[in-house]
């Protein structure tokens, strides 16, 4: 199940929501970050917690609830299923026998094992066999077939049977025979033109298995991206979950000094057990996430494994868009299979044509033939065939009309390609573009989040203010962590969606996640 998320962004409020919580004046221009925050809507690629987040702040009757409703409806996200669990892209066939150490698994090595054990990549080379066979069924129509057979036939035979009178029964007598035969057919275009159809249906089915690995390296590694952005995001709520419990004992010290009311360690108490709760979810998230990639890279069943690359933001030198198309084009297996099934339907249509001309064969034998093997003799037979259609019943006009048809349709399905190359090339780019942006104001409104808690915490410690600028503080830094998190998976998811529409991303996938 390759899961996507769209980006809902109500205004500039995402942004608004951070800047006023760290209790920064910032002069806002309003149009660039409105581009920032509304580009990712395709880009955020694989990020389920983030609902899970919101949802964990539901229900709770506090301040800390209602800043976690609005951060919730600033910034939320809505899963769209695309091929769902029982896709082949998403199944592996699991390969080896559990240990008992923990695996370390790199990007690479997940790749590796992904190329090997998907299960759509296996079902890719599988197909590719059966055009094959194909192929060699198609050519054996016009190569030589060479039989023999050894008959040895005791006879008798009724002679007026057969209109000679008076001949009566003749027999019994023997009959053996050994003989070989042979049939070539010499001139038959429309065999000639199934061959060369199947010959492209071979490259179009070779361009999509190629095509399969790409996706299936775009697949894995964004399971990969999900599983370190899940990991990630159980560290962030974990050091939520300390922040809040230091800040619930120092409720109840100041408490017990007689120096806040209740309602203030109660208060405390509410946030510290949904930042418990949101942890859990991110546990189970995670948990979750290991589970896609391991069934989907074909990991022995039930091995630990643990992820060793980590996810960080590297800047990408992008290339002019115009070079990009135009190497997507020269690259890309999906388009160089269309063009290969275009010449398949060419070559079929011109077999049908060619069904109105005639054909020409040979046929020929040679055996010994004698009442016996040891009294025989040598016989042969030669024949030349030419056949000339004539009359088929409109079946040779159905054909030429059908495979006319299937000649369009790939046709359109070519030209459709094409202009789909194009807006995809397109959309990486601005995707790409985006995602480098958010990343880079969630990085800055992370830090201010971070600053706003602290203020508020030595406000609160001092005795200037009450838990609840803690509270927001606190929620403050949790949707700009998630954010950050966020559009750091969806930077990188972004560089693999440009390599995909490059349909290089078995080649170049390390490459563009490094920037280059």
């Excluded at 009178?165 to 023997?174: A, I, L, T």
């Excluded at 033109?193 to 964004?222: H, I, L, M, P, W």
């Excluded at 230091?246 to 509410?270: C, F, H, N, S, W």
């Excluded at 020409?360 to 016996?372: C, L």
Aim: aromatic fraction near 6%; charged fraction near 20%.
């Amino acid at each position: 199940m390759i899961t996507v998320y769209r980006l809902r962004v109500s205004g500039l409020q995402a942004v608004t929501y951070i800047l006023q919580f760290a209790g920064t004046k910032v002069e806002m221009k309003f149009m660039p970050i409105k581009r920032v925050l509304v580009a990712p809507a395709a880009l955020i690629v694989l990020c389920t917690s983030l609902l899970a987040q919101t949802a964990g702040t539901a229900g709770q009757g506090t301040m800390a609830s209602s800043a976690a409703a609005q951060a919730g409806s600033a910034v939320s996200f809505q899963a769209a299923d695309y091929g769902g669990s029982q896709s082949p892209l998403m199944g592996g066939i699991p390969s080896g026998t559990a240990t008992k150490e923990v695996l370390p698994l790199s990007l690479s090595e997940a790749l590796r094992r992904g190329l090997e054990h998907n299960l759509g990549n296996i079902l890719s080379e599988h197909a590719l066999q059966a055009t094959r066979g194909a192929r060699l069924l198609a050519l054996s129509q016009l190569l030589p077939k060479v039989e023999a057979d050894v008959t040895d036939s005791p006879r008798q035979v009724n002679l007026e049977a057969f209109g000679f009178k008076g001949g009566g029964v003749v027999g019994p007598y023997n009959v053996f025979d050994v003989r070989a035969y042979v049939s070539q057919p010499v001139l038959d275009l429309p065999a000639l033109n199934r061959y060369r159809a199947e010959k492209e249906n071979v490259r179009a089915s070779e361009f999509s298995r190629q095509n399969t690995r790409d996706t299936v390296v775009f697949v894995c590694s964004n399971l990969y991206l999900q599983a370190v952005a899940s990991q990630s995001r159980i560290a962030a709520n974990r050091a939520q979950v300390q922040t809040a419990q230091t800040l619930y004992d120092l409720a109840v010290d100041q408490k017990a000094a007689g120096v806040v009311p209740g309602i203030e360690v109660l208060r405390a108490k509410v946030e510290l057990q949904a930042r418990q709760q949101r942890l859990i979810v991110a546990e189970d998230r995670f948990a979750k996430d290991k589970l896609a990639l391991a069934r989907a890279i074909g990991l022995p069943l039930g091995q630990e494994y643990s992820l060793t690359d980590s996810m960080s933001y590297v800047p990408f030198a992008v290339m002019p868009l115009e070079d990009a198309v135009e190497r997507a084009y020269r690259a890309r297996p999906d388009y160089q299979s269309a063009q290969a099934k275009v010449r398949s339907a060419e070559a079929t249509r011109k077999a049908a044509q060619a069904g109105r001309l005639p054909t020409i064969g040979f046929n020929g034998d040679y055996g010994d033939i004698g009442q016996r093997p040891w009294d025989s003799h040598g016989t042969f037979t030669v024949t030349a065939i030419l056949r000339i259609p004539i009359f088929q019943g409109g079946s040779v006009r159905a054909r030429v009309i059908e495979t006319d048809a299937l000649l369009r349709q790939r046709e359109a399905e070519l030209e459709d390609l094409r202009g789909r190359i194009f807006y995809e090339v397109q959309t990486a780019f601005l995707d790409l573009e985006a995602a480098a942006e958010f990343v880079q104001v969630a990085e800055s409104a992370n830090s201010l989040a971070s600053e706003q808690v602290e203020q508020s915490k030595d406000r609160f410690r001092a005795g200037v203010t009450n838990n609840v600028e803690v509270v927001q503080a606190q929620e403050a830094l949790a949707a700009a962590s998630e954010n950050y998190i966020s559009g750091l998976q969806a930077h990188n998811a972004s560089k693999l969606a440009l390599a995909k529409a490059m349909g290089i991303s078995e080649t170049e996938y390390e490459q563009f996640l490094r920037g280059k």
